[in-house]
């Protein structure tokens, strides 16, 4: 099992930055493959904001680019995601996600599987 806890929101006026964090622990985060932040708006659908793979290719939705840096530190099994110039329009709750890809891993044999984080809250203000 692998457990996800973000950390790193709050508020912030438009303009500002945050960073958020997401922790993995567990005996299978060596099976992890690609992390992303998924972000939920009150009364929204949950989107894709950032990816990136275990070889450290990132990729943005559109309206994040240029903006928001997604990074990852394998040694210390940790995203981030680095949110410059915010806006209203980013106020969400922003979820981690881990996949697990089947195979061995060492001496251990991984299964797919997805993780989520439990979120951490994004206000932007006026």
């Excluded at 680019?65 to 997604?70: E, H």
């Excluded at 990852?72 to 106020?91: E, G, Q």
């Amino acid at each position: 099992q692998v457990q996800l806890v973000e950390s790193g929101g709050g508020l912030v006026q438009a303009g500002g930055s945050l960073n958020l964090s997401c922790e993995a622990s567990g005996d299978t985060t060596v099976c992890i493959s690609g992390m992303a932040w998924y972000r939920q708006a009150p009364g929204k659908e949950r989107e894709l904001v950032a990816k990136i793979t275990d070889a450290g290719n990132a990729n943005y939705v559109d309206s994040v680019k240029g903006r928001f840096t997604i990074s990852r530190d394998s040694a210390k099994n940790t995203l981030y995601l680095r949110m410059n110039s915010l806006k209203i329009d980013d106020t969400a709750d922003y979820y981690c996600n881990a996949d697990t890809v089947p195979g061995w891993r060492g001496t251990y044999f991984c299964i797919t599987k997805t993780y989520w984080g439990q979120g951490a809250q994004v206000t932007v203000s006026s």
